[in-house]
């Protein structure tokens, strides 16, 4: 079984174990055909971003060493002059051949796409908490500084957050209020310009019975909205403060439901009665 990180280290693993991938250029192969998430790279294209516009004469031997090199790492059991499997030749280039689980990247946007659409509530906050765990440092942090890597870096950090802000809500919905104060409050911090984590911290605060600092979290976001864009919060959180300001605990509770009440408590047992000798 193999399996590849680039949600932090640059790690493949085959049968559990890492192996070596060898020098930058190699490396760059795999990571550019995992950034491509199964479809077909040119050979054109890799030569291109692998010597960043200046090939050598030789580059296309190079590129054909370094995909050889690879396929034996990745399936050390294949048979001599048998085809690949798992990074396959493909016109006009190469292309690996994996399922979702066995690439964290792509693990991780599975698991994001099924708890957009899963209609257990429980479930999908499940589904990203496991795919937030994915995460364990900077994506593709190895080739950060080449510019191929960039779209997918920052197609993969955008969907974080949103992730993030979807597991934030579902513990909301599910009632865990004050629990998720910290990390709604981290994504206010981490992304000052995005009103949803805003949104996220003021009912975390809300629902948890601290309305003063409901307020006061959206005071913060209407002054660094005015500060950084020049403009004033949108309507949702506009709403949400005139709400607050209200008391219109029914839109509270639309939004976050009440925490379940603790069970009765049950009746001790009665031994049962013994007949009389």
Do not use: C, K
Not at 70 to 77: N, T, V, Y
Not at 124 to 153: I, N, S, Y
Not at 226 to 249: F, N
């Amino acid at each position: 079984m193999v399996f590849i990180r680039v949600l932090g280290s640059f790690v493949a693993e085959v049968g559990g174990e890492p192996v070596p991938l060898g020098g930058p250029r190699q490396r760059g192969v795999l990571a550019l055909l995992v950034a491509a998430r199964g479809q077909v790279v040119p050979v054109d294209r890799m030569i291109e971003d692998l010597w960043r516009g200046e090939p050598p004469a030789r580059a296309l031997m190079s590129l054909q060493a370094y995909v050889s090199n690879l396929r034996r790492l990745l399936e050390p059991g294949r048979p001599p002059r048998t085809p690949a499997r798992l990074l396959v030749s493909a016109a006009p280039g190469y292309a690996l051949r994996l399922p979702p689980e066995a690439v964290d990247a792509w693990r991780f946007e599975d698991l994001l796409d099924q708890a957009r659409t899963d209609t257990d509530l429980r479930a999908a906050q499940a589904r990203l908490a496991e795919a937030l765990g994915l995460w364990q440092g900077p994506a593709f942090a190895e080739v950060a500084d080449e510019p191929w890597a960039a779209a997918e870096t920052s197609r993969l950090n955008e969907l974080r957050l949103v992730a993030t802000e979807l597991h934030v809500a579902a513990h909301l919905r599910i009632g865990d209020a004050a629990a998720m104060v910290p990390e709604a409050e981290r994504l206010t911090r981490e992304e000052p310009l995005r009103e949803e984590g805003w949104r996220l911290h003021a009912l975390a605060l809300w629902s948890s019975g601290r309305q003063g600092d409901a307020l006061a979290t959206l005071r913060r976001a209407r002054g660094v909205f005015a500060e950084e864009l020049g403009l004033d919060p949108g309507p949702d959180l506009t709403a949400l403060e005139e709400a607050i300001l209200a008391q219109r605990l029914d839109v509270l509770r639309a939004t976050v439901p009440p925490p379940p009440p603790p069970p009765s408590p049950q009746p001790s047992p009665q031994p049962s009665p013994q007949p009389s000798p």
